[in-house]
Protein backbone atom coordinates (compact mmCIF):
# COMPACT_ATOMS: atom_id res chain seq x y z
CA UNK A 1 0.00 0.00 0.00
CA UNK A 2 2.69 2.15 0.80
CA UNK A 3 4.18 1.75 -2.83
CA UNK A 4 0.46 2.64 -4.08
CA UNK A 5 0.71 5.88 -2.21
CA UNK A 6 3.96 7.19 -2.84
CA UNK A 7 3.51 6.50 -6.64
CA UNK A 8 0.35 8.16 -6.71
CA UNK A 9 2.05 11.37 -5.17
CA UNK A 10 4.59 10.91 -7.53
CA UNK A 11 2.18 10.53 -10.39
CA UNK A 12 0.86 14.54 -9.56
CA UNK A 13 4.22 16.17 -8.33
CA UNK A 14 6.25 14.34 -12.03
CA UNK A 15 4.25 12.53 -14.29
CA UNK A 16 7.66 11.91 -16.82
CA UNK A 17 9.17 10.49 -13.61
CA UNK A 18 6.16 8.23 -12.71
CA UNK A 19 5.78 6.83 -16.15
CA UNK A 20 9.25 6.06 -15.82
CA UNK A 21 9.82 4.52 -12.63
CA UNK A 22 6.39 2.49 -14.01
CA UNK A 23 8.53 1.25 -17.55
CA UNK A 24 10.99 0.27 -14.86
CA UNK A 25 8.97 -1.35 -12.58
CA UNK A 26 8.02 -3.84 -15.70
CA UNK A 27 11.65 -4.40 -16.62
CA UNK A 28 12.43 -5.81 -13.22
CA UNK A 29 9.30 -5.75 -11.25
CA UNK A 30 9.60 -5.42 -7.16
CA UNK A 31 5.80 -6.03 -6.40
CA UNK A 32 3.94 -8.75 -6.49
CA UNK A 33 1.01 -7.27 -9.08
CA UNK A 34 4.20 -6.14 -11.25
CA UNK A 35 5.35 -9.51 -11.55
CA UNK A 36 2.08 -11.06 -12.50
CA UNK A 37 2.08 -8.33 -15.18
CA UNK A 38 5.77 -9.07 -16.34
CA UNK A 39 4.81 -13.14 -16.61
CA UNK A 40 1.22 -12.27 -19.03
CA UNK A 41 3.43 -9.84 -20.82
CA UNK A 42 6.39 -12.03 -21.46
CA UNK A 43 4.07 -15.10 -22.81
CA UNK A 44 2.80 -12.89 -25.52
CA UNK A 45 6.29 -10.85 -26.17
CA UNK A 46 8.08 -14.42 -26.49
CA UNK A 47 6.05 -15.86 -29.03
CA UNK A 48 5.90 -12.24 -30.83
CA UNK A 49 10.01 -12.58 -30.86
CA UNK A 50 10.28 -15.98 -31.66
CA UNK A 51 8.78 -14.93 -35.37
CA UNK A 52 10.70 -12.15 -36.46
CA UNK A 53 14.13 -11.99 -37.37
CA UNK A 54 16.00 -10.25 -34.55
CA UNK A 55 19.31 -10.27 -36.22
CA UNK A 56 18.65 -9.00 -39.93
CA UNK A 57 21.32 -6.48 -40.56
CA UNK A 58 23.74 -7.98 -37.95
CA UNK A 59 27.31 -9.26 -38.95
CA UNK A 60 28.57 -12.39 -36.29
CA UNK A 61 31.91 -12.21 -36.37
CA UNK A 62 33.56 -15.30 -34.45
CA UNK A 63 36.46 -15.01 -32.79
CA UNK A 64 37.68 -18.64 -31.40
CA UNK A 65 40.54 -18.03 -28.83
CA UNK A 66 41.46 -22.12 -29.22
CA UNK A 67 42.46 -20.43 -33.17
CA UNK A 68 42.94 -16.75 -32.90
CA UNK A 69 45.47 -14.40 -30.76
CA UNK A 70 44.27 -12.78 -27.68
CA UNK A 71 46.38 -9.78 -28.54
CA UNK A 72 46.08 -6.07 -30.08
CA UNK A 73 46.02 -7.98 -33.36
CA UNK A 74 42.32 -8.52 -32.76
CA UNK A 75 41.66 -4.77 -34.10
CA UNK A 76 43.21 -6.12 -37.39
CA UNK A 77 40.67 -8.41 -37.89
CA UNK A 78 37.84 -6.45 -36.48
CA UNK A 79 38.39 -3.59 -39.06
CA UNK A 80 38.79 -5.96 -41.98
CA UNK A 81 35.09 -7.25 -40.44
CA UNK A 82 33.57 -3.39 -40.27
CA UNK A 83 34.83 -3.49 -43.83
CA UNK A 84 32.72 -6.45 -44.58
CA UNK A 85 29.59 -5.50 -43.00
CA UNK A 86 29.77 -2.22 -45.32
CA UNK A 87 30.09 -3.91 -48.04
CA UNK A 88 27.60 -6.53 -47.18
CA UNK A 89 25.21 -3.37 -46.56
CA UNK A 90 24.59 -4.52 -42.69
CA UNK A 91 24.09 -1.85 -39.86
CA UNK A 92 25.54 -3.85 -37.28
CA UNK A 93 28.55 -6.11 -36.11
CA UNK A 94 28.31 -8.87 -32.97
CA UNK A 95 30.88 -10.38 -31.70
CA UNK A 96 31.12 -13.90 -30.21
CA UNK A 97 34.11 -14.52 -28.16
CA UNK A 98 34.83 -18.30 -27.74
CA UNK A 99 36.53 -18.92 -23.98
CA UNK A 100 38.24 -22.51 -24.66
CA UNK A 101 39.35 -24.33 -21.78
CA UNK A 102 42.57 -25.80 -23.47
CA UNK A 103 43.54 -22.63 -24.58
CA UNK A 104 46.97 -22.51 -22.31
CA UNK A 105 48.00 -25.91 -23.57
CA UNK A 106 47.41 -24.61 -27.65
CA UNK A 107 49.84 -21.89 -27.01
CA UNK A 108 54.10 -22.49 -26.96
CA UNK A 109 55.35 -22.80 -23.60
CA UNK A 110 57.53 -19.82 -24.08
CA UNK A 111 54.85 -17.78 -24.70
CA UNK A 112 52.78 -18.75 -21.67
CA UNK A 113 56.17 -18.35 -19.10
CA UNK A 114 56.74 -14.88 -20.60
CA UNK A 115 53.07 -13.53 -19.86
CA UNK A 116 51.63 -16.04 -17.20
CA UNK A 117 49.10 -18.65 -17.47
CA UNK A 118 46.38 -16.68 -16.34
CA UNK A 119 47.30 -13.62 -18.79
CA UNK A 120 45.15 -14.76 -21.81
CA UNK A 121 41.74 -14.75 -19.79
CA UNK A 122 42.96 -11.35 -18.22
CA UNK A 123 43.31 -10.09 -21.77
CA UNK A 124 40.10 -10.80 -23.26
CA UNK A 125 38.14 -8.56 -20.87
CA UNK A 126 40.79 -5.92 -20.65
CA UNK A 127 42.17 -5.89 -24.53
CA UNK A 128 40.09 -7.52 -26.43
CA UNK A 129 36.39 -6.22 -25.39
CA UNK A 130 37.78 -2.57 -24.84
CA UNK A 131 38.70 -2.91 -28.30
CA UNK A 132 35.16 -3.99 -29.66
CA UNK A 133 33.97 -0.66 -28.19
CA UNK A 134 36.49 1.56 -30.29
CA UNK A 135 34.26 0.59 -33.22
CA UNK A 136 30.32 2.78 -33.59
CA UNK A 137 28.96 -0.60 -35.17
CA UNK A 138 29.55 -3.31 -32.89
CA UNK A 139 26.48 -4.02 -30.83
CA UNK A 140 26.75 -7.27 -28.90
CA UNK A 141 29.65 -8.70 -27.17
CA UNK A 142 29.37 -12.32 -25.96
CA UNK A 143 32.06 -14.58 -24.14
CA UNK A 144 30.48 -18.13 -24.46
CA UNK A 145 31.48 -21.30 -24.64
CA UNK A 146 31.83 -23.42 -27.74
CA UNK A 147 28.31 -25.12 -27.32
CA UNK A 148 27.08 -21.91 -26.68
CA UNK A 149 28.28 -20.25 -29.74
CA UNK A 150 26.90 -23.19 -31.55
CA UNK A 151 23.07 -21.76 -30.69
CA UNK A 152 23.94 -18.52 -31.36
CA UNK A 153 25.25 -19.09 -34.79
CA UNK A 154 22.49 -20.76 -36.19
CA UNK A 155 20.66 -17.85 -35.67
CA UNK A 156 22.44 -15.34 -38.02
CA UNK A 157 22.93 -15.87 -41.55
CA UNK A 158 25.89 -13.95 -42.20
CA UNK A 159 29.07 -14.75 -40.23
CA UNK A 160 32.64 -14.21 -40.21
CA UNK A 161 34.62 -16.77 -40.67
CA UNK A 162 31.93 -17.42 -43.41
CA UNK A 163 30.72 -21.17 -42.31
CA UNK A 164 31.97 -21.51 -38.87
CA UNK A 165 29.92 -24.27 -36.64
CA UNK A 166 30.04 -26.19 -33.94
CA UNK A 167 31.29 -29.27 -36.52
CA UNK A 168 33.92 -26.88 -38.50
CA UNK A 169 35.38 -24.06 -36.18
CA UNK A 170 37.27 -21.64 -38.32
CA UNK A 171 39.68 -19.38 -37.28
CA UNK A 172 39.60 -15.22 -38.16
CA UNK A 173 41.48 -14.77 -40.99
CA UNK A 174 41.97 -11.95 -43.44
CA UNK A 175 44.76 -10.80 -45.32
CA UNK A 176 45.87 -7.11 -44.63
CA UNK A 177 46.54 -6.62 -48.47
CA UNK A 178 42.77 -7.06 -49.87
CA UNK A 179 42.21 -4.69 -52.47
CA UNK A 180 39.77 -2.16 -51.48
CA UNK A 181 40.91 -2.69 -47.68
CA UNK A 182 42.15 1.52 -46.94
CA UNK A 183 42.09 3.83 -44.91
CA UNK A 184 38.96 5.06 -42.82
CA UNK A 185 38.70 6.94 -40.26
CA UNK A 186 36.52 4.09 -38.55
CA UNK A 187 37.41 4.40 -34.86
CA UNK A 188 34.93 6.19 -31.98
CA UNK A 189 36.57 8.04 -29.18
CA UNK A 190 33.82 8.73 -26.55
CA UNK A 191 33.33 12.50 -25.14
CA UNK A 192 34.00 11.24 -21.26
CA UNK A 193 37.56 9.73 -22.48
CA UNK A 194 38.84 12.83 -23.98
CA UNK A 195 37.21 15.15 -21.29
CA UNK A 196 39.31 12.97 -18.79
CA UNK A 197 42.95 13.12 -20.68
CA UNK A 198 42.03 16.87 -21.32
CA UNK A 199 42.16 17.37 -17.69
CA UNK A 200 45.31 15.77 -17.18
CA UNK A 201 46.75 17.46 -20.20
CA UNK A 202 44.88 21.04 -20.24
CA UNK A 203 44.89 22.70 -24.19
CA UNK A 204 46.23 25.71 -22.17
CA UNK A 205 49.58 24.01 -23.01
CA UNK A 206 50.27 25.06 -26.17
CA UNK A 207 52.88 22.66 -26.38
CA UNK A 208 52.78 19.40 -29.13
CA UNK A 209 52.69 16.40 -27.42
CA UNK A 210 54.49 13.18 -28.23
CA UNK A 211 53.89 10.36 -26.87
CA UNK A 212 56.18 7.65 -26.93
CA UNK A 213 54.87 3.94 -26.35
CA UNK A 214 57.25 1.59 -24.49
CA UNK A 215 56.95 -2.47 -25.11
CA UNK A 216 58.87 -4.27 -22.90
CA UNK A 217 57.92 -8.33 -21.84
CA UNK A 218 59.60 -11.35 -22.38
CA UNK A 219 57.99 -12.80 -25.07
CA UNK A 220 60.72 -12.13 -28.22
CA UNK A 221 62.45 -9.72 -26.38
CA UNK A 222 63.83 -8.51 -29.62
CA UNK A 223 61.07 -6.67 -29.94
CA UNK A 224 61.44 -4.32 -26.88
CA UNK A 225 61.96 -1.06 -26.72
CA UNK A 226 65.69 0.10 -25.90
CA UNK A 227 64.09 2.36 -23.04
CA UNK A 228 67.30 3.98 -22.41
CA UNK A 229 67.60 5.13 -25.97
CA UNK A 230 63.86 6.82 -25.73
CA UNK A 231 64.89 8.68 -22.61
CA UNK A 232 67.99 10.18 -23.92
CA UNK A 233 65.89 11.44 -26.81
CA UNK A 234 63.12 12.76 -25.16
CA UNK A 235 65.79 14.85 -22.61
CA UNK A 236 67.08 16.71 -25.79
CA UNK A 237 63.73 17.56 -27.10
CA UNK A 238 63.21 21.23 -26.53
CA UNK A 239 60.48 21.21 -23.35
CA UNK A 240 59.11 24.61 -24.48
CA UNK A 241 58.07 23.09 -27.67
CA UNK A 242 57.18 19.19 -26.96
CA UNK A 243 55.81 17.48 -23.86
CA UNK A 244 56.67 14.05 -24.18
CA UNK A 245 54.64 11.14 -22.42
CA UNK A 246 55.57 7.58 -21.89
CA UNK A 247 53.24 4.85 -21.99
CA UNK A 248 54.98 2.32 -20.33
CA UNK A 249 54.22 -1.75 -21.57
CA UNK A 250 50.64 -2.94 -20.09
CA UNK A 251 52.16 -5.89 -18.25
CA UNK A 252 54.00 -6.64 -15.15
CA UNK A 253 57.57 -6.13 -17.26
CA UNK A 254 56.10 -2.67 -18.11
CA UNK A 255 55.72 -1.81 -14.09
CA UNK A 256 59.30 -2.92 -13.35
CA UNK A 257 60.58 -0.46 -15.80
CA UNK A 258 59.00 2.33 -14.46
CA UNK A 259 61.83 3.08 -12.52
CA UNK A 260 63.77 3.76 -15.91
CA UNK A 261 61.23 6.43 -16.50
CA UNK A 262 61.61 8.55 -13.74
CA UNK A 263 62.77 11.51 -14.71
CA UNK A 264 60.19 11.49 -17.43
CA UNK A 265 55.95 12.38 -17.39
CA UNK A 266 54.40 9.05 -17.68
CA UNK A 267 50.81 8.62 -18.14
CA UNK A 268 50.33 5.10 -16.79
CA UNK A 269 46.44 5.14 -16.58
CA UNK A 270 46.50 4.69 -20.50
CA UNK A 271 48.20 1.21 -20.60
CA UNK A 272 45.40 0.02 -18.27
CA UNK A 273 42.01 1.64 -19.98
CA UNK A 274 42.51 1.31 -24.20
CA UNK A 275 40.16 4.31 -24.52
CA UNK A 276 41.91 6.84 -22.39
CA UNK A 277 45.23 5.59 -24.72
CA UNK A 278 43.26 5.97 -27.88
CA UNK A 279 42.16 9.58 -26.74
CA UNK A 280 45.67 10.18 -25.59
CA UNK A 281 46.85 9.10 -29.23
CA UNK A 282 44.04 11.24 -31.03
CA UNK A 283 45.56 13.86 -28.23
CA UNK A 284 49.04 14.16 -29.52
CA UNK A 285 50.94 15.37 -32.46
CA UNK A 286 52.63 12.35 -32.79
CA UNK A 287 52.50 9.20 -31.56
CA UNK A 288 56.48 7.54 -31.71
CA UNK A 289 57.22 3.68 -30.38
CA UNK A 290 58.83 0.52 -31.71
CA UNK A 291 56.15 -1.42 -33.96
CA UNK A 292 53.93 -3.13 -31.45
CA UNK A 293 50.49 -3.32 -31.08
CA UNK A 294 49.10 -0.73 -29.13
CA UNK A 295 50.23 1.62 -32.00
CA UNK A 296 48.01 0.28 -34.03
CA UNK A 297 45.16 2.54 -32.40
CA UNK A 298 47.15 5.34 -33.40
CA UNK A 299 47.99 4.17 -36.61
CA UNK A 300 44.09 4.08 -37.46
CA UNK A 301 43.67 7.61 -36.78
CA UNK A 302 43.94 10.30 -39.30
CA UNK A 303 44.92 13.43 -37.51
CA UNK A 304 47.78 12.53 -35.52
CA UNK A 305 51.54 11.74 -36.99
CA UNK A 306 51.98 7.98 -36.15
CA UNK A 307 55.85 6.68 -36.68
CA UNK A 308 56.86 3.21 -35.38
CA UNK A 309 60.27 1.91 -35.74
CA UNK A 310 60.02 -1.26 -37.51
CA UNK A 311 62.92 -3.94 -35.27
CA UNK A 312 61.67 -7.13 -37.21
CA UNK A 313 65.17 -8.08 -39.07
CA UNK A 314 66.60 -8.56 -36.09
CA UNK A 315 63.15 -11.11 -35.05
CA UNK A 316 63.54 -14.89 -35.34
CA UNK A 317 62.97 -16.51 -38.41
CA UNK A 318 59.78 -18.47 -37.94
CA UNK A 319 58.13 -15.65 -36.02
CA UNK A 320 59.42 -13.16 -38.74
CA UNK A 321 57.60 -15.82 -41.44
CA UNK A 322 54.63 -15.65 -39.60
CA UNK A 323 54.21 -11.48 -39.00
CA UNK A 324 54.91 -11.01 -42.99
CA UNK A 325 52.36 -14.16 -43.92
CA UNK A 326 49.45 -11.53 -44.03
CA UNK A 327 50.33 -9.35 -47.01
CA UNK A 328 52.39 -6.72 -44.61
CA UNK A 329 55.69 -5.41 -45.98
CA UNK A 330 58.62 -4.88 -43.79
CA UNK A 331 58.93 -0.88 -43.66
CA UNK A 332 55.82 -0.54 -44.40
CA UNK A 333 52.29 0.35 -42.33
CA UNK A 334 49.53 -2.22 -43.24
CA UNK A 335 47.46 -0.35 -46.38
CA UNK A 336 44.39 0.53 -44.28
CA UNK A 337 46.35 2.34 -41.74
CA UNK A 338 46.32 6.41 -42.24
CA UNK A 339 48.55 8.14 -44.28
CA UNK A 340 49.80 10.07 -41.37
CA UNK A 341 51.46 6.46 -40.00
CA UNK A 342 55.28 5.68 -41.02
CA UNK A 343 57.04 2.68 -40.32
CA UNK A 344 61.17 2.82 -40.62
CA UNK A 345 63.35 -0.89 -40.61
CA UNK A 346 66.02 0.18 -38.25
CA UNK A 347 67.28 0.20 -33.99
CA UNK A 348 66.03 1.89 -32.12
CA UNK A 349 68.73 4.02 -30.93
CA UNK A 350 68.77 7.21 -29.85
CA UNK A 351 70.41 8.89 -32.68
CA UNK A 352 68.01 7.11 -35.07
CA UNK A 353 64.99 7.90 -33.47
CA UNK A 354 66.29 11.79 -33.31
CA UNK A 355 66.93 11.85 -37.10
CA UNK A 356 63.62 9.96 -37.99
CA UNK A 357 61.87 12.80 -35.64
CA UNK A 358 63.64 15.34 -37.02
CA UNK A 359 61.77 14.76 -40.47
CA UNK A 360 58.14 15.69 -39.02
CA UNK A 361 59.50 18.48 -36.88
CA UNK A 362 57.03 21.89 -37.97
CA UNK A 363 54.75 19.44 -40.25
CA UNK A 364 51.29 18.69 -39.36
CA UNK A 365 50.06 15.23 -40.02
Excluded at 42 to 66: C, E, M, P, Q, W
Excluded at 102 to 130: C, F, K, T
Excluded at 258 to 268: N, R
Excluded at 320 to 339: C, D, E, H, K
Aim: charged share 20%.
Amino acid sequence: MSKLTSGLRLLFRNPKRFWLRLRNEMLAPTTGLASAARGVYTIFALNKLTSLDRNKGRYLFVYDTLLNPITFDFLHYLYYVNWMRQRLGLEYIDILIIKRSEIIASRESSYISAIGSDNLEWRLVNLVIPLARLFVAVGRVSIVDPVEAFNAVKNYTQIYPEGYSYASPKPAVCRLDQPGLTFKPELTISATAREIVDSYFSRSDCRQIVTITLRSYDYISCRNSDIASWVEFAKKLDPAVFRVIFVPDASVNGVAALPQLTSCEVFDSACWNLELRAALYERAWMNMGVACGPLAISGLLDSVWTVMIDRSLDYPEEYYRNVYSTGVVPGQPPNFYSRSCHMFLAKDDAQTISNIFSKYVGRTP
